[in-house]
């Protein structure tokens, strides 16, 4: 009876150790955060792909796209599922250039995505290395890398992989710098596709940083976009202003309505400075400009003009001498307007202008530098510059915006509003850009 009863109290005690002590708990495991893993990079971004592609639709059908069906939600939900791939958690993209482009990629299940690495080789010659003891698989002809561990995979593009590579497996328990602003930003919370950017190319025309979110419809790719300068210089749109009329043949627009009327002299020496890093070292008065400028600059190119030339011919006359005749013919010339407004009478700017060879004239008309000759008129509040016969109309109906060409489709910026150093305005894309649409 006492030995049952020290038995039952002795295993008792046993197992109140095992229980105070906890031997057999499972180790906490570290949370693990998708988020803290993406790398540094000038241009990131976050996706919800399949609301994306959702929204796209409509531009899809309505450009008659022929490879659609295989961008419908449906579709990409149906392979992403059969490879293990979380298509319904974001996405998340990065690049530091155009020769190098990333993605990661949250997943259900990693070895799925064997499937696709061996039908990729049927097609492609895919090798593999080893880095830091993680396999690294690669198409070595195209720069092109794919990783994965248990909760996402890397695709990578570009030759900088293992510099990518050593930021994604160092430890972290914070967003990397850029990674932090981009989810600390309010204004486009509930957007499908969210980007930062901050490029060289940005900071050397004054622009610290720039955010995009996606909007689309039928005919365009939309990318609404709130630009940051990277000084204290205000930015304020003019409400109405000095405008000039436009050809449906541009294929480059500048037209911008700048309120300078309440600026002070360090202001405006601050916008000079600025201005003469981008105007390079041709020895513009900047100073002088910025006193004279009303705020309006206008400048187009793109398309023709029939134009009448006036030119002296030699001829013999009945008594077989020479003699000087004027003609004219009709010559194509390209269509180019510039027009900026003025404070006052901008003649003696102009007469500075030509003094330091930055204007040249040739009979009537004048160059700067090496462009084409254009007609010139000053008058009391605007000087305009042309490659017409007459100077080009001008309107009063203004928008901020520009319109660039690049590679036979026309990009279209444009400038909603403005406050203190930020500008909100958007990427406008067309359809025949986006997909080779003749």
Not at 106 to 111: A, G, Q, R, T
Not at 234 to 252: D, H, I
Not at 345 to 371: D, H, M, P, V, W
């Amino acid at each position: 009876m006492y030995k049952k009863l020290f038995i039952i109290v002795f295993l008792a005690f046993i197992l109140s150790l095992f229980l105070y002590f906890k031997p057999f708990k499972e180790p906490v495991r570290k949370e693990f955060k998708i988020e803290y893993i993406l790398p540094e990079a000038q241009i990131i971004g976050k996706a919800y792909l399949l609301d994306f592609l959702k929204e796209t639709s409509d531009l899809l059908i309505f450009n008659d796209v022929p490879y659609r069906k295989f961008l419908t939600y449906e579709f990409i939900l149906g392979v992403a599922k059969k490879y293990g791939i979380d298509l319904q958690s974001a996405s998340y993209f990065f690049s530091n250039g155009s020769d190098e482009l990333g993605f990661v990629i949250p997943l259900f299940k990693d070895s799925k995505l064997n499937d696709i690495i061996e039908i990729i080789d049927g097609d492609f010659s895919v090798s593999d290395t080893l880095i830091q003891n993680k396999k690294i698989y690669q198409i070595r002809a195209h720069d092109i890398y794919f990783y994965k561990e248990k909760r996402y995979a890397i695709f990578y593009k570009g030759s900088n992989f293992e510099k990518i590579f050593r930021q994604i497996n160092s430890e972290r328990k914070t967003l990397r710098d850029s990674w932090d602003r981009l989810f600390k930003n309010p204004y486009f919370k509930n957007e499908h596709l969210v980007m930062y950017c901050r490029i060289p190319e940005l900071l050397d025309l004054g622009m610290d940083h720039m955010f995009l979110a996606h909007d689309s419809d039928s005919s365009e790719f939309y990318l609404k976009s709130r630009v940051v300068m990277n000084d204290s210089i205000p930015f304020l749109l003019k409400s109405g202003g000095k405008g000039m009329q436009y050809s449906e043949n541009s294929t480059r627009i500048i037209d911008l309505h700048l309120n300078f009327s309440y600026l002070n002299r360090n202001t405006k020496e601050k916008i000079s400075k600025k201005l003469e890093k981008m105007a390079g070292k041709i020895g513009f008065p900047m100073n002088d400009f910025i006193d004279l400028w009303a705020g309006d600059l206008c400048f187009e190119e793109g398309g023709y003009y029939r134009v009448n030339q006036t030119y002296i011919e030699t001829e013999l006359d009945e008594n077989f001498e020479t003699l000087e005749v004027e003609k004219t013919r009709e010559v194509i010339v390209p269509r180019y307007k510039l027009m900026f407004s003025t404070l006052y009478y901008g003649g003696k700017f102009i007469n500075r202008l030509i003094q330091k060879g930055i204007i040249t004239a040739e009979e009537n008309q004048f160059r700067f530098l090496y462009s084409p000759l254009f007609n010139m008129s000053i008058y009391k509040d605007a000087v305009v510059f042309y490659s017409s016969e007459r100077p080009p109309r001008m309107t009063e109906q203004i928008k901020n915006r520009l319109i660039w060409d690049y590679k036979g489709s026309q990009l279209y910026f444009d400038i909603d509003s403005s406050l203190n150093n930020t500008l909100f305005g958007g990427v406008h894309i067309p359809a025949s850009a986006m997909f080779s649409i003749p």
